[in-house]
């Protein structure tokens, strides 16, 4: 199940974290996969890569992308070689957009009183984590090794075979299901040739506005309590990162908008294409659907807790965001009117306009 890993960039300044503590510290925690017979395990491994072929060409077929790019197989891992690869793909990254950035803290200012070390053990915890959950993911920052490539998709056999046990669904029907999503993201990619940078300088921008130490954090926890209290933040999200929002300043959210609205994009893209695509492709669709969106909703306690201290709870709100965006959009004005988020930076819908397509289609399409 190996990848084709590329070793993974040293700590070169100082605001970098260990990204190799990360890993090291990732697979000391992370648990073992499910048992499965070898045979099983081998065919869900030639499945996969085979699917991951088959997959980009029904999505190239729906959403007109990236029809003169070649198809390239999928990379199929174990849980070890993913978190790997997402070191990997966030160290360069955060590296791009490192580089983009118009102005930085200092070390003391950005990272507090947090080593590289440190800060790369914390991440190493949250890989070990996201290992036993994500099923697959595409780094539009990795190397594919492909000519007219860039970016490397990979699949995490273990998690995969174990969600469709779990779920009682049709074997090959939910491994299709899988790759039709993640190819969407590495059509996304591929075939939008801005995208890649924009997404970099997106982050770089929002990391240069974290120029406010933890002092201008606190000065304004007394107007946080007020609008919460009052509740005259409406469209903040709840919880934990509402209360992160609202400790930013105007800013600082502007920057995050921005990215949350591509991310939300770009999920609920995926998840319309694959659903989309699934009837004729997939044929127990609408039951892998339901029973995995209850899926993405539950969890015990102590699961449904730390997903939201990670974010996660708010990236599931993603998937349904952007997947009733893209849903509605396509219903309006067909595939070809939604592909013209696709066509400049200035035309990626604002996070407002998410949960408004209409604005949207108002503003770009007149």
């Not at 045979?39 to 980009?56: C, P, Q």
């Not at 990215?259 to 893209?269: D, P, V």
């Not at 807790?305 to 990670?310: A, C, G, T």
């Not at 990236?315 to 965001?321: G, N």
């Amino acid at each position: 199940m190996n990848a084709r890993l590329a070793t993974l960039p040293s700590a070169e300044t100082p605001r970098a974290l260990d990204w190799n503590v990360a890993v090291g510290t990732a697979v000391r925690l992370m648990r073992p996969g499910p048992e499965v017979p070898r045979a099983e395990a081998e065919r869900a491994v030639r499945s996969l890569r085979r699917f991951s072929v088959e997959a980009e060409t029904h999505v190239r077929e729906l959403t007109g992308l990236g029809l003169d790019l070649p198809v390239v197989e999928g990379d199929v891992v174990d849980r070890p070689d993913w978190a790997r690869g997402a070191a990997f793909g966030l160290a360069e990254l955060t590296g791009a957009a490192l580089s983009t950035a118009d102005s930085l803290p200092a070390r003391g200012e950005l990272m507090g009183e947090i080593s590289a070390r440190s800060a790369g053990m914390q991440a190493g915890v949250v890989l070990a984590y996201l290992g036993s959950k994500v099923l697959g993911q595409f780094d539009p920052y990795g190397e594919s090794g492909v000519e007219g490539q860039r970016g490397r998709l990979l699949l995490v056999a273990p998690n995969i075979v174990a969600a469709q046990q779990s779920l009682g669904v049709p074997s090959d029907d939910f491994l299709k299901w899988v790759c039709l999503h993640e190819s969407t993201h590495r059509l996304q990619f591929n075939a939008v040739p801005w995208l890649r940078e924009h997404f970099a300088a997106g982050l770089g921008q929002l990391l240069s506005q974290m120029d406010g130490g933890n002092a201008e954090l606190l000065s304004r926890l007394p107007n946080v309590v007020r609008e919460a209290r009052s509740g005259s933040r409406a469209d903040s999200s709840p919880g934990i990162v509402g209360v992160l929002e609202l400790l930013q300043s105007p800013e600082q959210r502007a920057a995050l908008d921005r990215i949350i609205a591509i991310s939300t994009l770009l999920e609920g893209h995926a998840d319309h294409v694959m659903d989309a695509v699934g009837p004729q492709v997939v044929p127990s669709v609408g039951t892998i659907r339901q029973r995995f969106t209850d899926r993405r909703n539950g969890g015990g306690l102590l699961d449904r807790i730390f997903r939201s201290l990670l974010g996660v709870d708010a990236k599931i709100r993603q998937y349904a965001q952007g997947a009733a965006f893209t849903d509605h959009v396509v219903d309006r004005v067909g595939m070809t009117g939604f592909n013209a988020v696709w066509a400049q930076p200035d035309n990626l819908p604002t996070r407002s306009e998410i949960t408004e397509p209409e604005a949207w289609i108002r503003r770009v399409h007149g």
